[in-house]
């Protein structure tokens, strides 16, 4: 049993396997059916699809790959529909084209679409009522025999003209014409370039542009058949369109007539129209009429087609244009000077190139947990060899990195401002960057230059500061952003002991620098709330907020000025002896005792 694909293409074709293979496979070796049997055909247990609304909770016994069997089989009879395409009005416009081996051929093609019809009976389809895979044999050639593709299936397989013919009938008559319902199997191949337009293994520019070359060849191949039908039939064959030109061409070879007539039909779908060949009768007139009719419709078809691939192509170019040109328009209404204008210009044109790397529409619309697991993939290693992150515990990386982005920088474009409100920090992935710092006299002071796992803004955005140095990309950057609030919060919910770790880090870094920064002062503007050791089990609201000084001695003095009482102790709320103030953290509740 197969799944039909026009039913639904995700869900996998089905084949009954007969009942004494099935109970042998699972007496001899039930804990093997999901191994092969053969390279190309796989039997597996069947089992209901992914869960989702309306799935079948019981396919039939066994199912078959679809690509081992009945793919194939779809493929091969995608190229016997193409030389139907070709063969069934060429043999009608041209009889002597028709020989012995022509029929043989013909006949090959029936058999083949005949055994197809068999295995229609075979093919399960999924309920659009509700929504269920129904392999049921009894449905499915109900439902097969009642449609009209079953009588058109049949139809154009028996070979009506040649049954005719031998019944007593011209080859010419009207009866000739069924041959022309061999053209119902066409449907075959716009299924087939419906589901490769969706295949994203193959690009949907070249698909498409494929599918309307084969339509215009189709369409042209039709129209020079049918001249030569009509210069074949007319009863005075000076009086047709290249009878005109050579009177003797019914004596000539096929492929000399057919040749002309495809220089015909190409010349009017051009709509060139040179006047070596023209109609000759009203009959030709006519259908040059209506295929010049049917020619304006072609061409809206095809060129619309083309113009929306070429568009959409370059429709990534078009946005980047008219950024540049409202970043422009708004550094000229506001006076901005030419060097940040041509910045601004720059990132903006930086941003469109790597968009394609970033990727953020695409990740927004991803669940949560799928985008931590890309980030962990893409940032986690960064991440670890960072030295403000070394020996800190697994548990805080994740954290981490599961809410870091990305960003790209162009030469020389400042990053991080000196003395700017602490907002992000930033780990650079490759590239370099350069910290500057302001002297007094307004001149840039080069201090450092920062390299690939290097970090940039967490001066500030750890010591709560005002950041210290301007940092200046010097080539292109790419750098991955980290948040101010989500840094502390991630800090202080992985525990005191990777606080502890980062700030050692920090300042095991900031000692190890070969730079003056005896100008540079890091104050711990840190706050906390301190309470009397008697009201520890009772709301905080009577505590009192204030600046962590730089031992416990001071902060004891402070809870004595506050309180009027001395302190020996200072507990946290969780009832830990602190003993050292630098693991302390804004807005942490203390007692005093």
Request: net charge positive; aromatic share 10%; with cysteine.
């Amino acid at each position: 049993m197969f799944v039909d694909e026009a039913a639904g293409a995700e869900h996998q074709p089905l084949y009954r396997a007969s009942p004494g293979i099935a109970r042998r496979s699972l007496s001899a070796a039930p804990a093997k059916r999901h191994q092969p049997l053969r390279p190309s055909i796989q039997v597996r247990a069947a089992r209901p699809a992914m869960p989702r609304i309306g799935s079948d909770p019981a396919i039939r016994a066994y199912t078959m790959d679809r690509v081992g069997l009945l793919r194939y089989w779809q493929m091969f009879l995608v190229v016997l529909v193409a030389y139907t395409a070709w063969s069934s009005p060429f043999e009608l416009a041209l009889v002597r084209a028709a020989s012995r081996a022509h029929l043989v051929a013909d006949l090959a093609v029936d058999a083949f679409f005949c055994a197809d019809i068999v295995v229609s009976f075979f093919v399960a389809y999924r309920d659009t009522s509700t929504d269920l895979l129904v392999d049921d044999r009894s449905k499915i050639a109900a439902r097969y025999l009642t449609r009209p593709g079953f009588v058109m299936d049949v139809a154009s397989t028996i070979p009506l003209q040649i049954i005719y013919q031998l019944m007593g009938g011209k080859r010419n008559g009207p009866c000739g014409f069924l041959i022309l319902l061999r053209l119902w199997r066409l449907r075959r191949a716009s299924k087939l370039f419906a589901r490769l337009e969706k295949d994203i293994r193959f690009g949907y520019f070249w698909t498409r542009f494929i599918k309307l070359i084969c339509v215009t060849l189709f369409a042209l191949h039709c129209a020079s058949c049918i001249y030569v039908w009509l210069a074949f039939y007319y009863r005075v064959k000076e009086q047709t369109w290249i009878g005109s030109l050579h009177s003797d061409f019914k004596e000539r070879s096929v492929w000399f007539v057919y040749t002309y007539a495809v220089y015909w039909s190409m010349t009017t779908m051009a709509t060139v129209g040179y006047g070596d060949l023209h109609a000759a009768n009203t009959g030709e007139e006519l259908f040059s009429i209506c295929f010049m009719f049917c020619n304006m419709g072609l061409a809206c078809y095809v060129i619309g087609n083309m113009t929306n691939l070429v568009v959409h192509g370059a429709t990534n170019t078009f946005l980047m244009r008219d950024m540049v040109d409202r970043v422009a328009s708004y550094g000229k209404r506001n006076r901005l000077p030419v060097w940040m204008l041509e910045k601004m210009v720059e990132h903006v044109q930086l941003r469109f190139q790597m968009a394609e790397l970033l990727q953020e529409e695409v990740l927004s619309e991803l669940p949560k947990a799928v985008r931590s697991a890309i980030n962990q993939h893409l940032y986690k290693a960064t991440a670890e060899g960072c030295y403000l992150f070394r020996g800190v515990s697994q548990n805080l990386l994740v954290q981490l990195v599961s809410e870091m982005k990305a960003e790209f920088f162009p030469p020389k474009v400042d990053i991080v401002l000196e003395n700017e409100i602490p907002t992000d920090c930033y780990i650079i992935v490759y590239g370099q960057v350069e910290a500057l710092t302001t002297a007094e006299d307004g001149t840039e002071k080069f201090v450092m230059k920062i390299g690939p796992h290097g970090m940039a803004g967490e001066i500030g955005v750890m010591f709560n500061i005002p950041q210290p140095f301007t940092i200046r990309s010097r080539t292109l950057t790419q750098v991955i952003r980290v948040s101010h609030s989500h840094l502390l919060h991630t800090v202080r919910q992985a525990g005191t002991a990777d606080g502890v770790t980062m700030f050692s880090n920090l300042i095991q870094y900031l000692g190890s620098l070969k730079v003056q920064t005896e100008d540079l002062t890091f104050t711990t503007d840190i706050r906390v709330v301190i309470h009397e050791q008697s009201n520890m089990a009772s709301s905080r609201a009577a505590g009192k907020l204030v600046y962590l000084p730089g031992s416990l001695e001071e902060l004891m003095k402070v809870g004595q000025e506050k309180f009027g009482k001395a302190a020996t102790r200072v507990l946290t709320a969780d009832g830990a002896e602190v003993d050292d103030v630098r693991v302390l953290r804004d807005g942490d509740h203390l007692f005093l005792s």
